[in-house]
């Protein structure tokens, strides 16, 4: 009778013991599928919200474009995250360098001359439109031309797309 007792505990903490590996691996391959899915959505989202920030900057645009007297908006960028905004030939790129993000966008100046920039991690972007000229930089500019002869004068004249 000690016996049939012995063996059946011994089979107990046998099955006792594999029942509770067994839940350990389920538990780990849950939360490894579970943190794979929660990286890919935050990807999704980092990259919505850099496709935000774009969008914000090409409305701007032409909104200026559509106005019919000079134009200034003004675009806070509602996070700290490192970020480059260039401007070269009419083509916008906006990169994160720490998310490996990259979004490029041709904007379409139509009768206006989009002058080249870049901007790095701006709390603020400033679009001003004056004439037929839009500059996008980091700092408030009230009249383009002479911004641009300031520019010249220290020897960093401005590209014109």
Wanted: aromatic residues 8%.
């Amino acid at each position: 009778m000690k016996e049939m007792m012995k063996s059946r505990t011994k089979a107990q903490t046998t099955l006792s013991f594999v029942m509770t590996i067994g839940i350990i691996f389920i538990v780990g391959v849950i939360i490894i599928v579970m943190k794979k899915f929660l990286f890919f959505q935050a990807s999704v989202l980092e990259k919505d919200t850099a496709q935000d920030l774009m969008n914000q900057i090409d409305i701007a645009i032409k909104k200026g474009m559509s106005y019919p007297s000079d134009a200034k908006y003004i675009i806070e960028v509602p996070y700290t995250e490192k970020y480059t905004l260039e401007i070269n030939n009419s083509r916008m790129i906006l990169s994160f360098p720490q998310r490996d993000i990259t979004l490029k966008r041709d904007l379409l100046p139509q009768n206006y001359i989009i002058l080249d920039s870049k901007i790095s991690d701006s709390g603020k972007i400033y679009i001003r439109k004056q004439e037929d000229k839009i500059l996008i930089i980091d700092k408030d500019v009230n009249n383009i031309t002479q911004y641009l002869a300031e520019l010249e004068s220290i020897g960093k004249p401005v590209e014109v797309s």
